[in-house]
């Protein structure tokens, strides 16, 4: 139960693997990373000491955010061909970046959790899933199936995991000051839920691609 997490990412970088052949290109980019999520879960799960550097592991949560960042903001900025709406996606990332360097060296600093840069990236990921998400339902008539359309999967799964994030970064700085015990369980339980529902998605948005396949 404690190491859930982990399973849903394994599913989704399964099923990832799986339906690679059929995605769509700009699905693709998400098997490098997944595998990198794999690797790294393992390794801070069962050999923890191999990255914990000034007693910490928490630069691995920062190097992953910026990772995170670049790869759902490239994600997003594919399923949109307007040049208009890539140049405000990319804008966005970069003004995540700018946050997170901000954070890093003058906030907070690489060695220990970013929670500046952390609550940033989410704000600016769950406002484009929202904004791609709000304009799928104002077209609804030309995505009627929306809840077999990878795209929307993908999507809900990135604002929900989103909106979770958030709420556990912006308050993360106040719960560890107070030194609440009950913050590590209700902490855990925001992780588990966070990560459930984005390689969930994920992993469901990979499996639709194989079954218009099938179709086909």
């Given at each position: ?164 994030n958030y709420f556990y970064f912006a308050s993360f700085d106040n ?42």
């Amino acid at each position: 139960m404690f190491y859930l997490y982990f399973f849903f990412e394994l599913f989704a970088f399964i099923s990832c693997l799986y339906a690679y052949k059929n995605l769509d290109r700009n699905f693709k980019i998400f098997l490098p990373f997944l595998a990198f999520v794999v690797v790294y879960e393992f390794i801070n799960i069962f050999f923890m000491k191999l990255i914990l550097l000034h007693h910490s592991n928490a630069w691995c949560n920062n190097l992953e955010g910026v990772i995170e960042l670049l790869v759902y903001g490239q994600f997003m900025a594919s399923l949109d061909e307007r040049k208009k709406y890539k140049k405000r996606v990319y804008m966005a990332v970069a003004i995540g970046l700018f946050i997170t360097l901000i954070d890093i060296f003058f906030i907070h600093s690489f060695w220990t959790v970013a929670t500046v840069a952390s609550a940033s990236q989410s704000i600016i990921l769950a406002t484009m899933a929202f904004v791609y998400i709000y304009n799928l339902f104002k077209h609804s008539d030309e995505y009627p199936y929306l809840l077999f359309f990878p795209p929307f999967l993908a999507a809900v799964g990135l604002l929900l995991y989103s909106l979770a994030n958030y709420f556990y970064f912006a308050s993360f700085d106040n719960l560890l000051v107070k030194n609440n015990y009950h913050f590590y369980s209700i902490a855990h339980l925001i992780c588990e839920m966070a990560c459930l529902f984005i390689y969930v998605f994920l992993g469901l948005a990979f499996l639709c691609f194989t079954k218009v396949k099938k179709l086909s």
